[in-house]
């Protein structure tokens, strides 16, 4: 798409002026001095989760264990509550979606379901790029079922931090069993062709599931769509429900009779739950997937922040999402590039994410030099510094303010004077 640009100040503060979404800004907790690039790793704090989380509090201390029966049921069924509410930001189905555990414990839920081994067909399918805890998992689900990682676990690499769409379809052989991929890269920001990924894993009678967490919320992804088997997301980053806020799982409709590979009594069919017998009858609907009691209070939040999230829209989202970060790209190339930075993700809309992934051999350094700044970025190795302007809560004219200070912390090596000593969380 053609956006017109400028490069200056006053430039910046009329977008922010013509930006419907420049109210929602003020229902987040914006700190003074402090310019928050890093919503895609923990997002900013709302008054709205805030006010959830409260309530919920007192309903507990009002209530005691009747909290469970108050409102209909709301808290007892909170996990499909928020599931279904979760199900519109990607166009899926309400009872396809649920509420649960980490995005980690989601994936060994999705793949102990699916990953039935034969001697023919019992490969899984990965990139080598994608966010370490996957893999993590993937391994040590080959390994449950007999398997050495290095003979089951399929990767296709990388070329210079891009996955190659047609090289994953080319390496989906009868041997594979199923394929799990990132749909947002969490370094290079780009953006996977799922329709096409699934579409090519179905034919060959594959299954595949996709791992959101850098795109749920960012992108407005059309599950009716694309049709994968299942999917799995944290809820922290871009949709700013908390540090550790409870995980999302989908699973597809036509796979609701199957068994859940990980069973838990809150899995169990609602109206047979407290007969507490001993077989399992697993709740046809993303829900029989629940194993136990989740935590209200890493749930709540969840359900403030919705709120926003439905006032504005998934589309509207995107829009500005996409307008922001290509009007960052634009000062980069126009302001930053003659001091050794540039863009490291792709540059077509329907190709990349919610974040900028800015390179710069002294990325380390110029991140310490930006925090001493009130900046808020992310660093990861070796060269890269992730901004991700959020569309609820990030103006135009900060956007401009970072670009302002790299450029400032270049022209005077700003970051001379730091260590390039790693700390703990980069
Ligand atoms: C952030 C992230 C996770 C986080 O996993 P948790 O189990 O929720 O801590 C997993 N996968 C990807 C791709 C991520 O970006």
Same mark, same amino acid.
């Not at 009678?205 to 599931?209: D, E």
């Not at 992108?219 to 871009?238: L, S, T």
């Given at each position: 798409m053609e956006r017109q640009f400028e490069a200056g100040l006053a430039f910046a503060q009329k977008k922010d002026q013509q930006d419907h979404m420049n109210k929602i800004r003020e229902r987040f907790c914006i700190q003074p001095e402090t310019i928050y690039m890093d919503g895609n790793s923990l997002g900013m704090a709302s008054k709205d989760a805030r006010e959830a989380l409260m309530k919920v509090v007192d309903l507990w201390e009002t209530e005691g264990i009747n909290i469970w029966n108050i409102e209909d049921n709301k808290y007892f069924l909170y996990q499909d509550f928020l599931g279904a509410r979760l199900a519109?930001?990607?166009? /899926?189905?309400?009872?396809? !979606? #649920?509420?649960? #555990?980490? #995005?980690?414990?989601?994936?060994?839920?999705?793949? +102990?379901?699916?990953?039935?081994? #034969?001697k023919e067909r019992y490969k899984i399918l990965v990139d080598d790029i994608n966010f370490p805890t996957d893999r993590y998992a993937v391994d040590s689900q080959v390994k449950l079922k007999g398997y050495e990682p290095a003979e089951a676990v399929k990767v296709v690499a990388s070329r210079d931090g891009v996955i190659d769409e047609e090289r994953v379809i080319e390496a989906m052989t009868d041997d594979v069993a199923l394929v799990l991929l990132p749909a947002v890269l969490y370094r290079s920001a780009q953006l996977l %062709?799922?329709?096409?990924l699934t579409e090519a894993a179905h034919k060959r009678?594959?299954?595949?599931?996709f791992d959101l967490?850098? +795109?749920?919320?960012? !992108? &407005?992804?059309?599950?009716? %769509?694309?049709?994968? &088997?299942?999917? !799995?997301?944290?809820?922290?980053?871009?949709l700013s429900a908390s540090p550790g806020?409870?995980?999302?799982? *989908?699973?597809?409709?036509?796979?609701?009779a199957m068994e859940p590979g990980l069973a838990g009594w809150q899995g169990n069919r609602k109206d047979t739950q407290f007969q507490l017998k001993q077989k399992h009858e697993h709740a046809q609907n993303a829900g029989g997937w629940q194993t136990g009691t989740q935590p209200?209070? +890493?749930?709540?939040?969840?359900?403030?922040?919705?709120?926003?999230?439905e006032e504005v829209g998934m589309a509207n989202i995107r829009k500005k999402s996409?307008?922001?970060? /290509? *009007?960052?790209?634009?000062?980069?190339?126009t302001k930053l590039a003659q001091y050794g930075y540039s863009v490291g993700n792709p540059r077509e809309d329907e190709r990349r994410g919610g974040h900028i992934c800015l390179v710069h051999e002294e990325a380390y350094r110029i991140c310490s030099a930006l925090k001493d700044s009130g900046v808020v970025p992310d660093f990861r190795e070796p060269n890269v510094i992730r901004l991700a302007p959020i569309a609820l809560y990030t103006s135009y004219e900060e956007v401009y303010q970072v670009v302002e200070i790299l450029e400032f912390i270049a022209i005077n090596k700003k970051y001379e004077k730091y260590s390039s000593e790693r700390s703990m969380v980069v």
């Open positions: 519109e930001l990607i166009n /899926a189905r309400p009872d396809e !979606v #649920t509420v649960m #555990t980490n #995005t980690t414990i989601n994936i060994h839920q999705g793949i +102990s379901t699916f990953y039935h081994p #034969t %062709d799922m329709k096409r009678n594959i299954i595949i599931g967490c850098h +795109s749920i919320g960012a !992108v &407005d992804h059309d599950f009716a %769509d694309i049709q994968p &088997d299942f999917a !799995v997301w944290c809820n922290y980053k871009y806020a409870i995980a999302g799982f *989908y699973i597809n409709q036509k796979h609701f209200l209070f +890493s749930m709540a939040p969840l359900e403030g922040v919705l709120k926003i999230f996409l307008d922001i970060t /290509a *009007y960052f790209m634009y000062l980069i190339d």
